[in-house]
């Protein structure tokens, strides 16, 4: 065995991950190219991250759940923020305890409705904007300095981003603080930082015909973070009060931190000094795509015979965006952008709703706080079980994936894309059409099926981009889900403000109707794809 001291010189190609035989891979020899330590006696593994993105989302879920309410509850006490669109019954003071914050009934009118609404849909569309200016600068550094520390820098943020809550308060704070701490978040990179981060970290040490399952069991842990926060958030709120939920969230990250201090990191000392000074991608069957490792930059090299090439500015800019797909691979020039293209719109759609489903389900059925945790809870469990359990039984039940044959790998994972959005159509329908607030757990259940969307698109783009770009290219991923986190929930809140009184369910249509035309660029790469391999046949 060779000695694990010997981590100057790395022993393969490093990116013989995504083009060698895994044989003779990375992955095969992790121990030969990382150092354990006496408190983490194991070389990185993709289990590694799991316990990471759990406690984010076990954080998260009662937030998730339970932010609505708090809102809610502010608002009925101090009355709508001045400055906000809509500030009826403003000077109102109300009294409000129990398991339904807000004892009166205004608390409980549209107007308040579409003020929670704007409120929490503004709220997310702050840290998504941030976000979006931050998160490829946040992936692309896990390129050059190692995944774990741009994590603890998202753990720091986030920590702080959530103290703010106890601020408004405890110290009387303005409500807009919420916000403030929706800057901290975002300019941190956020869970979609975090997200890149971990599924970069696992496709540094997996093979390709791994990590649709693995990235499946990597959301699987958020997931399931989700429904297990979401459900102690709810008994929380109930024996202790709603804020106590906000004391247990920051402890969380801070527990979280420790743990990230305590892990391996995935790319080898040899790997980061390589990363620095590699001019172009290393293997001969990737030489069409050359591409320069500019610190600056972060820019693709053209040709020196620019008169032949002749590159538009738009090309030039969606260059400088996403890398070059990979020989043999994903057919279709430009089927990245077009799948970036349908995760913004799913992204959009699903982002868009979920904010309102408090909101809707507080006004329309007057559901309370332990009717709301427990909604969030079936959606985090029933998603961890299809994840776990289902997506690997579907991966095998699919051609064999091939180390060598990245091509009919994609195939396959673009069956799973397309068999999740269906399923997402459906949930938005059931949510729109469900005469009582139970069809909702229907709609959750259903929608499970949906969450195969994201391990499976990413394990796409892994498969057709080299791994030198792998980190940027999940950032440029992440940039366009930012997008579309800035703009969905602001215009979905303004949407059921103003459909409130006419037809509550309008958000959850348009939803589905977001989700069908993503379906349809979905289905539109599949058919390019497919003539791509008839042809190379």
Not at 318 to 343: A, E, F, I, N
Not at 380 to 393: A, D, E, I, W
Not at 429 to 439: F, N, T, V
Request: one cysteine or more.
């Amino acid at each position: 065995m060779a000695d694990i001291d010997n981590t100057d010189e790395p022993l393969v190609n490093e990116s013989s991950a995504l083009l060698g035989d895994s044989s003779t891979s990375s992955n095969a020899h992790p121990h030969d190219q990382h150092r354990t330590t006496w408190y983490w006696p194991w070389e990185p593994r993709y289990w590694t991250v799991i316990p990471v993105i759990f406690l984010a989302g076990l954080s998260s879920g009662p937030r998730g759940a339970l932010f609505a309410p708090f809102v809610k509850q502010m608002f009925c006490e101090r009355g709508i923020p001045k400055y906000f669109p809509v500030q009826e019954f403003q000077d109102y003071t109300g009294s409000v305890g129990g398991d339904q914050p807000g004892s009166d009934p205004r608390c409980d009118s549209a107007q308040y409705s579409a003020a929670i609404a704007n409120f929490t849909g503004i709220t997310a569309s702050i840290a998504a904007c941030l976000c979006i200016v931050t998160i490829r600068f946040w992936s692309a550094l896990g390129d050059r300095i190692g995944r774990k520390r741009v994590m603890l820098i998202w753990g720091i943020g986030t920590a702080l981003s959530q103290c703010c809550t106890l601020l408004v308060y405890y110290q009387n704070f303005s409500l807009y603080w919420l916000w403030i701490a929706s800057i901290i978040e975002g300019a941190t990179g956020a869970i979609l930082s975090l997200l890149a981060l971990i599924y970069a970290y696992a496709a540094d040490v997996t093979t390709p015909s791994q990590r649709t399952v693995v990235f499946g069991r990597l959301i699987a842990g958020w997931y399931g973070g989700l429904g297990l926060g979401a459900a102690m958030g709810g008994i929380i709120a109930r024996e202790y009060g709603l804020i106590a939920v906000f004391w247990v969230m920051p402890a969380i990250i801070l527990t979280d931190l420790v743990y990230i201090m305590m892990i391996p990191e995935s790319l080898t000392p040899a790997a980061l000094a390589k990363k620095s000074s590699m001019p172009s991608l290393a293997t001969s069957e990737s030489q069409t795509t050359i591409v320069a490792v500019d610190d600056e930059t972060q820019r693709l090299s053209y040709s020196h015979d620019a008169t032949k090439l002749k590159q538009s500015r738009l090309d030039a800019f969606m260059k400088s965006l996403l890398p070059d797909q990979l020989p043999r691979s994903l057919g279709g020039k430009h089927s990245v952008l077009t799948l970036m293209t349908g995760c913004f719109l799913a992204m959009s759609a699903t982002m868009g709703a979920a904010y309102q489903v408090e909101p809707y389900l507080m006004y329309r059925f007057k559901w309370p706080v332990t009717k709301l945790s427990a909604l969030s809870t079936v959606q985090g469990l029933s998603r961890l079980f299809l994840l776990t359990v289902l997506l690997p039984v579907i991966r095998r039940l699919l051609p064999a994936a091939s180390p060598s044959d990245l091509a009919k790998n994609i195939t396959s994972e673009l069956k799973i894309v397309i068999a999740a959005l269906v399923m997402d159509v459906a949930m938005m329908l059931i949510y729109a059409l469900s005469p009582m607030g139970e069809g909702f757990y229907v709609g959750v259940v259903l929608g499970s099926i949906g969450s195969m969307f994201n391990p499976a698109m990413r394990s796409i783009f892994s498969q057709c981009v080299a791994p030198e770009l792998l980190g940027k290219t999940l950032g440029t991923l992440g940039t366009f889900e930012s997008l579309a986190a800035v703009i969905a929930p602001t215009a979905f809140s303004v949407l059921y403000g103003a459909t409130l009184q006419i037809h509550p369910a309008t958000v959850f249509f348009i939803s589905a109707g977001l989700l069908a035309a993503a379906l349809t660029l979905v289905l539109a790469v599949a058919a390019v794809h497919r003539r791509s391999l008839r042809r190379d046949a």
